[in-house]
């Protein structure tokens, strides 16, 4: 399927970095978009600008997708707006570095919630409209953190990990419904994350570099234009994490 015409993708987080690249991308490719973001109104309307003007629908959707409410919200809005959607990228996270030694239980909870719990709660609020469908194609970002342990922590861990087994279980019992369910594993890319991240570094990728959010943004498209591959963790890492 190379043409997304008609298609309505919820990117979550896609006010900037790989979030952007993936609506701009699904986008290019004929898809409507729904650009959720949480604080950042000026990169958001730049990525909704620009939407629009190749000529595709687009809205933007201000809301913290760790909480219940605003995920129902977030669902009626893109309804209303552009239809139900039928493609979903979980992209929104954080990555606050905290040792061993100074994470805190609140620390854990907040990045659970936002890395994980998100997930969870987007997933649940569109499945409904994709069985109507009888299709949908569910991606959603994970980290060579989640198999190697990463730099960040163990809640950023935790939480990428997490979404492995979110994406297995919804893969196992949507398979014959027409719906897809694939996980985006990582290592650096060159965001303002990874900048913020002085442990990261070029040298610790045997590529020697950081990926683009273009490069994950080419899988991203390809997985939802794939409606054979479910269940699987697609590793972009430049040999960080050997599969």
């Not at 933007?60 to 309804?79: F, N, Q, Y």
């Not at 606050?96 to 990045?111: F, G, R």
């Not at 809640?155 to 990990?161: D, E, F, G, T």
């Amino acid at each position: 399927m190379d043409d997304l015409t008609g298609k309505v993708a919820l990117v979550t987080g896609a006010s900037r970095g790989i979030g952007r690249a993936i609506a701009l991308a699904l986008a290019d490719a004929g898809a409507n978009i729904a650009i959720n973001y949480r604080n950042l109104d000026d990169e958001a309307n730049d990525v909704l600008l620009q939407i629009r003007g190749s000529g595709h629908l687009a809205v933007a959707v201000k809301a913290d997708v760790s909480i219940p409410a605003d995920v129902v919200r977030m669902i009626g809005i893109t309804e209303r707006e552009l239809g139900s959607p039928s493609i979903l990228v979980n992209n929104a996270g954080i990555g606050i570095m905290h040792s061993i030694e100074d994470i805190t239980e609140k620390d854990w909870n907040n990045t659970i919630a936002v890395n994980l719990t998100s997930a969870f709660l987007t997933i649940q609020a569109v499945l409904p409209g994709m069985r109507t469908l009888k299709w949908g194609r569910i991606i959603s970002l994970s980290s060579v953190a989640a198999q190697i342990g990463g730099v960040v922590g163990p809640h950023y861990a935790a939480s990428k990990a997490g979404i492995l087994g979110l994406t297995h279980y919804y893969a196992a019992y949507l398979a014959k419904e027409g719906i897809t369910v694939n996980a985006i594993a990582p290592g650096p890319v060159g965001t303002e994350m990874a900048a913020g991240l002085p442990q990261l570094k070029p040298d610790l990728v045997p590529v020697g570099r950081f990926g683009t959010v273009e490069e994950i943004a080419d899988v991203a498209l390809m997985l939802v234009r794939n409606g054979y591959i479910t269940g699987q963790t697609i590793n972009i890492n430049g040999g960080r994490y050997l599969s």
